[in-house]
């Protein structure tokens, strides 16, 4: 009986010094993972530091040479350089009237007062001091002596193009961008990389690296996304031209929110090598280049600039199909179809107005405006856009935030994709029968859209564009747990702006008026086509914009891009006249 006892005690002690040795191990372990997640935190908080205190660096060392450069210019008029053109501004700089030097440090010195104020700036691309040395080798180019600005995801040789996201850091691009390159080879200096939203897809302007911008108007809203850096900038007067890219409207929504001009070119007319996505291998939703500037004549110059042998050599793949200025140029009278409303987001009233009051101009401008309807909105949005962008489930845009904190406005749209995999199964087996089953791919869609633009014989098509800007983090405003969260209150980007992606139709965005005191009052009133929780945000997102700029979107048929620049010249040379008539 004894050693029955004993036996008993020892199994008692083995099994409390067992229990003792896991929880030991257990601690252990959860020991490990803490210094290991310390080690990791504190490894990308270093690698953020890291460039912030770069960026810090070249805006100090840009900061000094400004102020060299002016001690010993006291003479030059910056004011009245800043003022110009960009036509304007070649011209004077071909004649010799200007000199490359006062025109760079007359906009260094005023994008450094402009990211002071918005913090649209990643960095000052400081290479550009030594190629201005030489630059008069390169007199001939369209661009010649001209700052241009740069999205950061356009690579710039031993710079990074993080797309805001922390695991792209240190990781210089060897070389130059096709566009940079043509750029360099027409004249122009890229001399300054601009902030977007981290991961690119959204329309706020945010990032752990970098920072928040704010619009140039009002610095309680936001000034767009994704090229918001660049809408800021130019809106701001820092720049006189800006490159930017567009996935959803990552041109024309900053260009719309900041008071400028934007044109998103056909997919595939302008290199995208060295423009950095978020992740590669999408081909539903496609992107495209662009640029941005205070008018219509300033993008259509650049556009002009681009498509040169030198592009078409450096990028066979892109069609080599010069700038057509006789049709940019050509006055005939056009058959313009217009929208108000597409039938899935109910437009505020600035952009209504927008809309009916250039459809008025351009009918007493001899031009012929007929109704017009996109097909199949609703299908379009949740089959072709939101699974067009996200057809691996988000998997490889989860990856590229791996180990990086997230931006507000991101975190709540991707939080649905961090669900485990039983739980995203289970709801896609329950919301299955709310989603339409009727097949159709996105050629069949594109054809469609284009029969039905020739059914109503129409050249060009004025339709809106979100506006005015948004208040800071409405993007990340989230309503339930479905594939259309991760948008969270954007249907008015999918709707307004990213059709014309996944078309690849050319489109660009001119602003033609501001919202006024009766736009906020009748706003009071608005509740939205399907008076749900999206209709509710975006109204409360637009609200308090008395005085903002509101835009309108112009589009033409792919490959037609100048008839659509043509289009946008024409709404901006009829709305100046009007203004000066007062």
């Known amino acids: 009986m004894e050693n029955v006892k004993e036996f008993v005690q020892k199994m008692e002690m083995d099994t409390r010094v067992a229990a003792l040795m896991t929880g030991a191990a257990c601690a252990v372990g959860a020991l490990v993972l803490l210094v290991r997640k310390g080690i990791s935190h504190k490894k990308t908080n270093d690698k953020i530091q890291i460039a912030r205190d770069r960026r810090t660096e070249s805006l100090q060392q840009a900061e000094l040479a400004v102020l060299r450069y002016k001690e010993s210019r006291p003479s030059i008029d910056s004011a009245r350089i800043l003022n110009l053109s960009l036509s304007e501004l070649t011209k004077q700089l071909k004649s010799g009237s200007l000199t490359p030097e006062d025109v760079f440090y007359s906009y260094m010195e005023k994008t450094l007062d402009v990211h002071k104020n918005l913090n649209c700036c990643t960095g000052v691309l400081l290479e550009s001091f030594d190629q201005l040395k030489t630059i008069a080798s390169n007199k001939d180019g369209l661009l010649y002596g001209v700052p241009v600005s740069i999205k950061e995801n356009i690579a710039y040789k031993n710079h990074d193009s993080s797309c805001g996201v922390v695991i792209n850091l240190d990781q210089p691009a060897k070389e130059d961008s096709v566009l940079v390159q043509v750029l360099k080879r027409q004249g122009a200096i890229p001399f300054v990389k601009t902030n977007l939203p981290q991961g690119l897809l959204n329309y706020d302007c945010g990032n752990p690296i970098y920072g928040q911008t704010v619009n140039p108007h009002n610095f309680q809203k936001t000034s767009g996304g994704s090229s918001g850096g660049e809408g800021a900038l130019v809106g701001g007067g820092g720049s006189v031209l800006g490159l930017g890219s567009d996935i959803g409207g990552s041109i024309r929504i900053p260009a ?259 919202v006024t005191a009766e736009d906020e009052q009748e706003l009071q009133h608005y509740t939205g086509i399907y008076q749900d929780r999206w209709d509710r945000l975006f109204k409360q997102a637009v609200s308090q914009s008395e005085g903002l700029p509101v835009a309108v979107q112009c589009v033409a048929l792919p490959w037609q891009d100048e008839l659509c620049l043509r289009f946008m010249k024409e709404v901006e040379q009829l709305v100046k006249k009007l203004i000066l008539s007062f």
């Open 256 to 514: 719309a929110f900041c008071g400028i001009s934007g044109f998103k070119p056909t997919a595939g007319r302008i290199s995208s090598q060295g423009v950095k996505p978020i992740y590669r291998g999408q081909k539903s939703v496609l992107s495209s280049a662009g640029p941005m500037a205070k008018d219509v004549e300033s993008l259509a110059l650049c556009m002009q600039a681009l498509l040169c042998d030198h592009m078409f050599s450096l990028d066979p793949t892109i069609p080599p199909i010069p700038f057509n200025v006789q049709v940019y140029e050509s006055t005939k009278p056009l058959r313009i179809g217009y929208l108000e409303n597409d039938g899935y987001l109910q437009p505020s009233p600035s952009m209504v107005r927008a809309i009916r009051e250039v459809k008025a101009l351009l009918e007493q401008a001899g031009h012929t405006l007929v109704p017009y309807s996109p097909l199949k909105i609703s299908y379009l949005v949740t089959e072709l856009l939101i699974k067009g962008v996200f057809a691996d489930g988000a998997a490889t845009l989860l990856k590229k935030l791996k180990g990086s904190p997230l931006d507000p406005c991101l975190k709540a749209q991707v939080l649905p994709y961090y669900l485990p995999k039983w739980l995203k199964k289970a709801l896609s087996f329950l919301l299955k029968p709310l989603v339409s089953s009727l097949p159709m791919c996105r050629h069949d869609y594109i054809q469609e859209m284009i029969a039905e633009w020739r059914r109503c014989n129409i050249d060009v098509l004025l339709c809106p564009v979100i506006g005015p800007a948004f208040n800071h983090l409405y993007c990340g405003r989230c309503d339930t747990v479905t594939n259309q969260y991760l948008f969270s209150a954007l249907p008015a980007a999918l709707t307004c702006t990213m059709i014309y992606n996944l078309l690849t139709f050319p489109a660009g965005v001119v602003p033609v008026t501001t």
